[in-house]
Structures are given as C-alpha cells and as structure tokens.
C-alpha cells in the first residue's frame, strides 16, 4: 500500500488510522499467482472517526511448521511497529490524552473490554486475544525501557556510551544524580497517568 509492505490484515487499519496522510492510495495485490496494481480512493467515516479504504478480511488460514513461526515474527513486528509510530504521534501532538493508558486504564478499558468482546465466541478467543495483548504490553515495555532516558536501561546504555567516547567512566555520583531526576520524572508521571486513567473511566 503505497509503498508499504502488509503481512496482516490489522496493518491495513493501522496504516490508515497512523499513517494515512491524503489522496489515493495505490495497492499492490496477488492473486492466483498474477499480480495487480490498483488504485483506492479512501472514504471519511464519521463513526470510526477516521478514512476507510474498503478492504474486509477475507478467509482464515491456519499456519503449521515453519510457517507459524514467520506469521509469529509478522506478529511482533506489527507489535514494535504500532509502538514507535504511537510514541511519534505522542511527540508530535496527535494524540489526545484520552489515548493514553497505564495500569489501571490497561485493566479497565483495553483488558476488560477485550474479554467482553471475546467472551461470547468461547475460552479459545479470550485467550487468544489475552495472549495478544500481553504480546503488545511486553513489545511495549521492552521499546520504552531502552529510550535514552535517565533512570532507563536506555539512558544507561547512554553512560556506557558516553565511557567508551571517553574513554573513562562517568563519576558515579554524577550519573546517580541524573538517574534520581529522571526516576523523580517518572513517579510524576506515573501519578499524572494514574489520575488520567481514572478520568477516562468515570469522565465520559
């Protein structure tokens, strides 16, 4: 789409909710072994709230052998992907702070509402979908925890870069006082979410 490589159908949402910027798009397709170009015109929906191109989902597969094990990386890769493109769209001001969840906003709203969502089509799809959010969660801690940020392993790796450029180590001191703001951040911040969580919840 594009220019833009698709494994999964959820990406075909998330191009268009994250990446989308206007116009036609162009998809390339292939079927029955022949390839084909075409051209799509996106359409506005009001309730989604953003453009729909027109493609549903179409038969289920069910990968074996080798071939589960490359859908499970097409799988973290869509993960990692909807990680750095939604902290872009957090730096860039795209998002409002109804977007943001943390513990308790993830409990209520993303886990309990999956699980009513699931429920109804068995114990097979609420694990299923469970599994899936735990993937997304750990993708997620694991892409944060390594930002350049004091009191991260990010911003660690930041010092021990900084030694090898020096070729001496930064003063502990020096560096356990950057760590303590930025784990000062954090406790900020963390109360900030947690208050924020809670007014998703109850302020509609």
Do not use: C
């Amino acid at each position: 789409m594009n220019g833009e490589k698709i494994k999964l159908y959820q990406e075909i949402s998330v191009y268009m909710q994250l990446t989308y910027q206007g116009g036609d798009v162009e998809v390339v397709y292939e079927r029955d072994g022949e390839r084909y170009t075409t051209t799509l015109t996106p359409q506005y929906d009001e309730q989604y709230g953003y453009y729909l191109l027109g493609i549903s989902n179409g038969d289920f597969i069910q990968p074996r052998g080798v071939q589960s094990l490359k859908y499970a990386w097409y799988e973290m890769r869509y993960s990692v992907k909807m990680t750095y493109t939604s902290l872009g769209m957090l730096f860039r001001g795209r998002v409002s702070r109804k977007d943001v969840a943390g513990p308790v906003g993830i409990a209520v709203n993303v886990v309990g509402k999956t699980y009513e969502a699931s429920k109804e089509y068995g114990w097979q799809s609420v694990l299923l979908n469970m599994l899936n959010i735990t993937l997304m969660l750990s993708v997620n801690l694991g892409i944060l925890n390594l930002l350049p940020v004091p009191a991260l392993d990010g911003g660690r790796l930041v010092f021990l870069l900084a030694e090898v450029i020096r070729g001496k180590p930064v003063p502990p001191e020096k560096e356990g006082i950057v760590h303590f703001i930025g784990l000062v951040f954090f406790m900020i911040l963390m109360v900030f979410i947690f208050f924020n969580d809670l007014a998703n919840i109850f302020i509609k």
